[in-house]
Nanobody, 118 residues
């Protein structure tokens, strides 16, 4: 079982930065290492969409709308996923969700809201 707990969201002005964190509590290290990890977001009235992902054995992948601005990373020993968000835009306003897939099971965090003011 894996419980994902996000933190780091908040209110920021356009052009600013935020760093989101997601702790995979209750997960043993080997499970975390073997999981496909990612960040999604959902803006009001819109579908949830992929922002960035780190497959367990592959390379990172980014949505076109965040390329060059956001960076996903992870610390395996801390069982934590990060999303560094720079040059934020008002259209980045959304609830950001941490996601993990392991052994064909999906795990989601509760979400952390990010609001970018113009």
């Amino acid at each position: 079982q894996m419980q994902l707990v996000e933190s780091g969201g908040g209110l920021v002005q356009a052009g600013g930065s935020l760093r989101l964190s997601c702790l995979a509590s209750r997960a043993i290290l080997s499970t975390f290492w073997s999981s496909d990890l990612g960040w999604y977001r959902q803006a009001p009235g819109k579908e949830r969409e992929l922002v960035a992902e780190i497959p367990a054995g592959g390379t990172t992948k980014y949505a076109d709308f965040v390329k060059g601005r956001f960076t996903i990373s992870k610390d395996n020993n801390k069982k934590t996923i990060y999303l560094q968000m720079n040059s934020l835009k008002p259209e980045d306003t959304a609830v950001y969700y941490c996601h993990a897939e392991y052994s064909n099971r999906d795990f989601w965090g509760q979400g952390t809201p990010v609001t970018v003011s113009s």
